[in-house]
């Protein structure tokens, strides 16, 4: 069992969640999410999610769930934040940039949600981080996460993070959803996820919206992101100076040509 544990999330584009906990209760988190805790709270680096799945099988069991972490991209070892006071303590974790923070209670989902690899902030003690590996090479070269997905698996409350703007669909029997691969959230794990190619030579080459879609269908729900954070990485770097040494006169008039006055 999960340690039930009571949150509140904070802010609007840049968000955190606070997190309240009893007594010896205890939520994980990607190493670095902690934004602010209170006095009592302590902290401990652990291999693995801390999960009764990992820890059952001892340090073999803690390997493996460490291990598939790193094969996700995620760091080998993850933060447990324990309330050792004798009365309430929070605990408060930041999204790494502009977007919203989900609450997903699994029992809501079947105690399984597959999301994509770097959407996971934190989680109750007992929620196992495992990894989802997609059914068809295909989805795996092309999808845009790679060829492995996260699953989270338990009965306990976990928190995904994602960038802009986030909309939940749900799909019925045979409904498909086409999107960017990127944009692609979170799923239930009855939903079949494939990649299928635009077609047609122009769109391919003048529609710039990638060679590959994906295609969500049901029964199930999905969560979808307007801003993926490569589309905004790639965004401010395209937006860069190409030379770090030289200054950016975007809202000069002179422009380019007022440099001269500075030599």
């Not at 205890?26 to 934004?35: D, F, H, L």
């Amino acid at each position: 069992m999960a340690h039930e544990v009571d949150y509140e999330i904070k802010g609007n584009e840049m968000q955190f969640v606070e997190i309240e906990l009893d007594p010896r209760e205890t939520v994980v988190a990607e190493s670095g999410a902690m934004m602010m805790m209170d006095n009592y709270i302590t902290m401990d680096a652990i291999f693995g999610d801390g999960s009764e799945k990992s820890q059952s099988g001892g340090f073999f069991g803690k390997l493996g769930s460490a291990a598939k972490r790193v094969i996700t991209g995620e760091s080998l070892f993850m933060t447990a934040f324990t309330n050792t006071g004798m009365t309430k303590q929070k605990v408060a974790f930041a999204a790494p940039y502009p977007g919203k923070i989900l609450p997903m209670d699994l029992r809501n989902y079947g105690g399984r949600l597959i999301c994509q690899k770097d959407s996971f902030l934190c989680c109750a003690k007992g929620v196992s981080i495992g990894i989802a590996f997609t059914k068809k090479l295909g989805t795996g070269f092309f999808g845009g996460e790679g060829f492995i997905l996260q699953k989270l698996e338990g009965d306990g409350l976990a928190f995904i993070h994602a960038g802009g703007t986030i909309v939940k669909r749900t799909l019925m029997p045979g409904e498909t959803l086409k999107i960017d691969t990127g944009c692609l959230v979170a799923m239930t794990q009855n939903v079949n996820y494939d990649i299928q190619f635009v077609g047609g030579i122009k769109n391919a080459v003048f529609g710039g919206e990638g060679l590959f879609f994906a295609t969500l269908t049901g029964p199930g729900e999905v969560w979808i992101q307007s801003l993926p954070f490569s589309k905004l990485a790639s965004r401010v770097y395209a937006s860069a100076p190409q030379n770090m040494g030289k200054s950016v006169d975007q809202g000069s008039v002179l422009g380019s040509f007022g440099n001269i006055f500075e030599r």
